[in-house]
């Protein structure tokens, strides 16, 4: 059962990395996949957990063990939907939107560093931090420091409009 649950697992990221691809027909194929599979999962998971009850004398309380797997792939699968479904969305948009998407993204990217930066410097500077987690803090700084100083350059990039010449329009 643990090498269903692994199958099932990497399934769900091969399927949803595809479903996340440039190309139109991989990202369709990758999400009609994934509707199926999780159908799939999740009535089986519905049924283990019936099972569980109904046939509970006889000792259908085992049931509930496959429940538990079959439903963790149903949810690595519905995720993976969810998720190439909102990429569809992306795709969907022109050149100017996917722009203006890509530099609200880089916005929320540095506001986020911003924050974490004050606060990682902030608990840094207080005298029951430990040694080791002020290292850990030390790292967490030098990376966001980086990122932001990348920032100008990052909206440089997304402001190309060169860069969204292979995105296909959605299907």
Known sequence: ????????????????????????????AARWILRILFAISA????????????????GGGVLIFFAFIFGFVAFMLGNSLFASTDQEKYYKLD?????????????????????????NLAERDKFWTSSRRR???????????????RIDEMRRSVKQPEIYQGDEPGV
């Open 95 to 119: 050149v100017d939107q996917k722009i203006q998407a890509n530099l609200e993204l880089t916005d929320r990217i540095e506001a986020d560093h911003r924050a974490r930066l004050s606060q």
């Open 135 to 149: 290292e850990a803090l030390d790292r967490e700084i030098a990376l966001s420091r980086v990122v932001l100083s």
């Open 43 to 58: 009535a089986i998971t519905l049924f283990c957990l019936y099972g569980t009850f109904a046939w509970a004398g006889n």
């Open 1 to 28: 059962m643990g090498t269903f649950l692994m199958v099932g697992a990497l399934l769900a990221l091969v399927l949803g990395f595809m479903g996340q691809q440039r190309r139109a027909a991989l990202r369709s």
